[in-house]
């Protein structure tokens, strides 16, 4: 027992160090102009003072439509200068993040040309910056199943669904992870979730047919209703003959006032 007990401890210490570690590779968050939230600043087109938002400010500056599609630098030749300035405004910016994942895609480099930080750094800034952002989460875990790293990915989507739920695109992701890691029935439970809520690529409903996993969710059960009212109690016109019946032959039916 108490071995067991050391084991556990020395894993907590050692996660602990490994998690301030990383924090000390990644740098301060503090910036020179911010950090904001990006989830409270989007959207925005004024600012405290009257001006331009800070959003509004970053992104005309460095994040651009051509910055972001990662065809070219604002300030810079490379677009990773521009996404690294935005990325230090904005930690948890969710559009960045993607843009930076997809450069180091596009360059095979864990550290894009012009980054000062690497892509685990980058996502490491953006939780820290805010653990409640389930998008964070989930992007970060995507970045982890890309990279062959599926129980990490796991383990961030579920962080993820914790603090937000219904999210087809993250359940749809969690799916993809339990099938790399064979665990099948978990697959397809979250499978079924992201497709009830309309995910629209069958990518994975495909996997789990190729090795005989998927299964179609039965049919909701009809619950049998009670018998209607007529046919329990004969209805008033039936027990009691209507006044054009009663009235003499040949009579004109009565006409209600």
Known sequence: MRSLLCVA?????STA?????MSFMCGELANAFGPFDYRSEVGKTVGSDGGHSNIQLVEGAHFTPEVEALV?????TTAGHDIDYTLRAFPNHHRALLAMMNLSFKEKKT???GSRYSIDCWFERGTRWRPDDAVVKMLWGI????TGRQQE???LFQQAEKAESDDPNLYYNLGLAYFEL???DDSLRYAHKAYALNYPLPGLREKLKRVGAWRDLPPPAVEQSAPAATQSAPVA???QPANVQSAPTGAAPTKAP
């Open 237 to 239: 016109a039936q027990s």
């Open 17 to 21: 160090f490994a998690d301030e570690s």
């Open 9 to 13: 401890l020395l894993s907590v210490a």
């Open 72 to 76: 070219r630098g604002k300030t810079s």
């Open 182 to 184: 064979k665990r099948y």
């Open 153 to 155: 990915a796991v383990d």
């Open 143 to 146: 970045y982890k199943l890309k």
């Open 111 to 113: 550290k894009p040309v």
